[in-house]
């Protein structure tokens, strides 16, 4: 096997260095018709896997996130572990690309599970808590990150999508993640073998909506773009840089869609 476990997680078995404490983020957010009375503070992403004996704690902390209203948490399935006996059942090439883009963008080429972005600026430990807490309380320091008011509204069978003009020079694309807001899983081989494990927001599909040049935009989607298994909310998010070189969380929402 060439992996190696520590108390930093289970890295990828692949040539990437050794843990470091800065990475680059996913995605942003979605509100209903209504905003919100506060904006997120936080767009916390966690890189998981069913075939991962690290990982469950962190799932569990992951669904815990999920239950704090100023927090969007993300589940993103991946698929490198695969080989190991157990093929992840919810697991997306695209996030371990995703992932692996974040690491390239930090320069640490450092890729690993369970492995938590807060809001595309900083990478924990998925199974640390208060690494996480505290990662959340350092992202917010900086004037860039979720600065941008995003909005949603469910529309007939449309999203209808939002983001305010603002002149600080900043950009980025809108995303929408199709999310599955609790799927349970029973894990038959691999190193989670006889486990029953309830993954949550679990990220189905994403879809790119457009560009965001800070000018006011607003776009409609179609529901039947981003239905899926198990599919009952959406997330919304703006986000610097692009899929390759993803940047800074601006702004996201989180909605559900019955």
């Known amino acids: 096997m060439t992996r190696s476990k520590s108390s930093t997680g289970t890295k990828e078995p692949s040539a990437f260095a050794p843990l470091l404490s800065g990475i680059l983020g996913i995605c942003v ?17 966690l890189f998981t896997s069913q075939g991962c004996s690290s990982c469950p704690p962190a799932d569990k902390i992951l669904g815990d996130l999920a ?5 969007i948490a993300l589940s993103l399935p991946i698929d490198y572990w695969d080989y190991l006996g157990w093929k992840d059942t919810l697991a997306d090439s695209r996030f371990s690309a995703r992932q ?11 890729v690993y599970t369970p492995q938590v972005v807060v809001n595309g600026s900083l990478h ?20 860039s990150v ?16 939002s983001v305010p003009e603002r002149n600080n020079g900043e950009h980025g694309e809108v ?6 807001r609790a799927v349970p899983i029973t894990i038959n081989r691999g190193e989670n073998r006889g486990k029953q494990i ?12 457009g560009d965001w040049t800070g000018k006011a935009g607003a776009w ?12 009952d909310a959406a997330v919304v998010y703006v986000q610097n840089g692009n899929r390759d070189n993803p940047g800074p969380m601006l702004g996201a929402a989180f909605t559900p869609l019955n």
């Open 175 to 180: 995303w929408i993640c199709a999310v599955a």
């Open 146 to 161: 979720m600065n941008v008011p995003v909005t949603v509204a469910k529309a007939g069978r449309e999203l209808k999508v």
């Open 220 to 231: 409609s989607v179609p529901l039947e773009n981003i239905s899926g298994d198990g599919v």
């Open 29 to 45: 957010a979605v509100t209903l018709a209504k905003p919100a009375s506060a904006d997120p503070r936080a767009v916390v992403e």
């Open 67 to 71: 239950q704090d209203p100023s927090l």
């Open 100 to 110: 692996k883009a974040y690491s390239h963008m930090r320069g640490d080429r450092d």
């Open 198 to 209: 309830t993954y949550h927001n679990v990220v189905r599909n994403v879809l790119k909506v």
């Open 124 to 143: 924990v430990l998925g199974s640390d808590k208060t690494a996480i807490e505290k990662a959340v309380q350092v992202t917010r320091g900086s004037v």
